[in-house]
T-cell receptor, first 111, second 112 residues
Framework: TQLLEQSPQFLSIQEGENLTVYCNSSSVFSSLQWYRQEPGEGPVLLVTVVTGGEVKKLKRLTFQFGDARKDSSLHITAAQPGDTGLYLCAGAGAGSYQLTFGKGTKLSVIP | DADVTQTPRNRITKTGKRIMLECSQTKGHDRMYWYRQDPGLGLRLIYYSFDVKDINKGEISDGYSVSRQAQAKFSLSLESAIPNQTALYFC???????????FGPGTRLLVL
């Protein structure tokens, strides 16, 4: 069974601060996705990373896939209240359409 | 219009009752999924279907059944609801090229 461990589970920061969320596993994934979920809604895809060592930037968000494709990180620069939400990482094994989800990081950005 | 819709959005039922949660998608995808979400446990896969004739159990299928009525429709049933099935239920669909999963808005189920 492939497991994804996310840390921290909860994060409360002031507006303008930087933060990093981690997603780690002992398993290798062919791709890793990051989703953001707001209260009362379903998760929405932020990014997919597929190559070991890959770095993708989405405005103030930077995503990195580990060289061994077992871990990933999400870094947010100058967090804003609109970044508040639950961040989920999800990995797909080789040749599999199914995703294994981490338990999520609940982020609160205080104005 | 939303790509993935779920009905009902909220449901309160009693222990032992049979209920059905419905999901429809307009993405034209073959693959559909049912998850439940519990605080601190993340999203766990209940059942998935790769096409109309293909149904597979996920991580936590006990107590649930599904029906894939058409490419666009995938329903989840609780034959005899129990209180520990109280959760938020999500339907999702995925397709090429990167198999991004598109989620519905969720159904909040309370079993008394």
């Amino acid at each position: 069974t492939q497991l994804l461990e996310q840390s921290p589970q909860f994060l409360s920061i002031q507006e303008g601060e930087n933060l990093t969320v981690y997603c780690n596993s002992s398993s290798v994934f062919s791709s890793l996705q990051w989703y953001r979920q707001e209260p009362g809604e379903g998760p929405v895809l932020l990014v997919t990373v597929v190559t070991g060592g890959e770095v993708k930037k989405l405005k103030r968000l930077t995503f990195q896939f580990g060289d061994a494709r077992k871990d990933s990180s999400l870094h947010i620069t100058a967090a804003q209240p609109g970044d508040t939400g639950l961040y989920l990482c999800a990995g797909a094994g080789a040749g599999s359409y199914q995703l294994t989800f981490g338990k999520g990081t609940k982020l609160s950005v205080i104005p | 219009d939303a790509d993935v819709t779920q009905t009902p959005r909220n449901r309160i039922t009693k222990t032992g009752k049979r209920i059905m949660l419905e999901c429809s998608q307009t993405k034209g995808h073959d693959r559909m999924y049912w998850y439940r979400q519990d605080p601190g446990l993340g999203l766990r896969l209940i059942y998935y279907s790769f096409d109309v004739k293909d149904i597979n159990k996920g991580e936590i299928s006990d107590g649930y059944s599904v029906s894939r009525q058409a490419q666009a429709k995938f329903s989840l049933s609780l034959e005899s609801a129990i209180p520990n099935q109280t959760a938020l239920y999500f339907c999702a669909t995925s397709g090429p090229p990167q198999e991004t999963q598109y989620f519905g808005p969720g159904t909040r189920l309370l079993v008394l």
